[in-house]
């Protein structure tokens, strides 16, 4: 992949700090652009189509443990506080794991900073460095993936409450978080991508980077003067920030890469990226804003579109499975599964303990090959058909049923019957000595008792 470009004053200062941490210098970007959306959030807004929509960045840093998410995070303020230091300070928070959470913590903050001399101030900064524990929790508050998009389209968010409702009519939010790959798959399948929450975020894999020599190195001192000066513009009044008509051809191509790209791709992966062409703007309009500027020109619009679209790479390859398949079982046949059902009763299955488990007709499994179908006829009602698994006997048939056609001497069925050993055999003898065979004298049978009639009805009497 391409790294994006590192573009203006935030551009500048993390280039100086990059040959002094061990974290990719991508991730330090990301994190500076989020903060610095948060802190112009609320007074700078991107025209789109003709509406004016408010220039929020959320992100996401999905890499391993240990692989630089603090460390740029760290940097990320190291960064960004000479310029914005007090913004950090008072409006960062992290823990909100429900949507009544939040609209609760955006208007305690508007109350709180209504009578000041700056005014409502609805900014916040939401930094979540185990957003997995953050994903597990809010899977039982429905209502919470319902306010982040609310929150980062900046409409209006509502509690109701026993007393008085809560209302906070254009929030200012971002939401900057770190994951594991790992997690990113467990916790944001495209079932929840689906709805929109989570394609807001755009999501950044930190790659490798060489271990410093010495790690006793510190961040050097970095110039905010710039960047200072900008944040004073970018909040003394609400501004709106548009295109130039230079910058609008590469938009219109923009436009066509995120429609393209998503028809392209399976709709698992594709949910993730149908934001491509308005996240472009919007991070277009933040570095505008870095560079005290009202338009976006074309320069300014391609390294936000570099900055997008390595994130779309990012995203594919976060949810591309295509390398681990998951197995697939080979579905059973007839045959399988007719021979499994003769195998669970004993060797033999009546067409009753068959034909309703594998889904045939008894012809269907009269012509499969190995299957023996056999008649057994009993004293009384319609003879049974009887499935039993053919062996290299030619009279294979069971054994031990009445009206059997077959006689069958395969060892798969004998080893089902039952023995019937003589106790004659476990009696002591003494080889000597045989013992000599008694005779057993029958006795005469005497003429007919009168039985009375109540032994008579019941023959158990005669036992007394």
């Not at 019937?420 to 008792?449: F, H, I, K, N, W």
Request: with cysteine.
């Amino acid at each position: 992949m391409n790294a994006p470009v590192l573009y203006g004053p935030i551009g500048r200062t993390v280039r100086a700090v990059a040959p002094h941490i061990e974290c990719d210098p991508v991730g330090v970007y990301v994190a500076a652009l989020s903060m610095w959306s948060a802190a112009i959030g609320q007074s700078v807004r991107v025209s789109s189509r003709g509406n004016a929509r408010p220039a929020l960045l959320w992100s996401a840093l999905v890499a391993g443990t240990g692989r630089g998410k603090g460390t740029a995070l760290r940097a990320a303020q190291h960064v960004m506080r000479p310029a914005v230091g007090r913004f950090l300070d008072t409006h960062t928070t992290s823990g909100i794991t429900s949507g009544a959470s939040l609209v609760n913590y955006l208007w305690e903050q508007q109350e709180a900073t209504e009578e000041t001399e700056a005014g409502r101030d609805v900014r916040a900064l939401v930094i979540e460095e185990e957003w997995s524990e953050v994903l597990r929790r809010v899977k039982r508050d429905p209502s919470f993936t319902a306010k982040l998009r609310a929150a980062w389209d900046g409409a209006p968010l509502r509690n109701t409450t026993k007393d008085d409702p809560q209302a906070v009519d254009d929030p200012s939010l971002v939401l900057h978080t770190h994951i594991t790959p790992s997690d990113w798959t467990r916790y944001i399948g495209a079932q929840e991508a689906s709805g929109g929450s989570y394609n807001r975020i755009m999501p950044f894999t930190l790659r490798a980077v060489p271990m410093l020599d010495d790690d006793r190195a510190t961040l050097p001192p970095v110039d905010g003067g710039d960047l200072s000066d900008a944040y004073a513009w970018a909040t003394i009044r609400p501004r709106v920030i548009s295109l130039t008509d230079d910058a609008r051809p590469l938009w219109q191509i923009i436009r066509r890469y995120s429609r393209i790209t998503a028809e392209s791709l399976p709709e698992a992966q594709a949910v993730f990226i149908e934001r491509t062409a308005e996240q472009a703007l919007r991070v277009a309009a933040c570095l505008a804003a870095s560079e005290c500027s009202d338009t976006i020109d074309h320069a300014c619009l391609s390294a936000a579109f570099s900055l997008v679209r390595y994130s779309v790479q990012c995203a594919v390859n976060i949810t591309d499975t295509s390398e681990a398949p998951k197995a697939t079982r080979k579905p059973a046949t007839l045959a399988d599964k007719v021979r499994a059902r003769i195998a669970l009763h004993g060797g033999r299955a009546t067409s009753s303990q068959v034909l309703p488990y594998v889904g045939a007709t008894a012809a269907e499994v009269k012509a499969l090959p190995g299957i023996v179908v056999t008649q057994e006829r009993s004293a009384v009602g319609r003879p049974a058909t009887v499935f039993t698994i053919a062996t290299d006997s030619s009279d294979y048939a069971p054994l031990g049923r009445p009206g059997a056609q077959r006689q069958s001497t395969s060892p798969t069925v004998d080893a089902n019957r039952s023995t019937v050993v003589r106790l004659d055999t476990y009696r002591p003898t003494t080889p000597e000595t045989p013992r000599p065979v008694a005779t057993v004298q029958r006795p005469q049978r005497s003429a007919p008792v009168q039985v009375s009639e109540a032994v008579s009805s019941n023959p158990f009497r005669a036992l007394l």
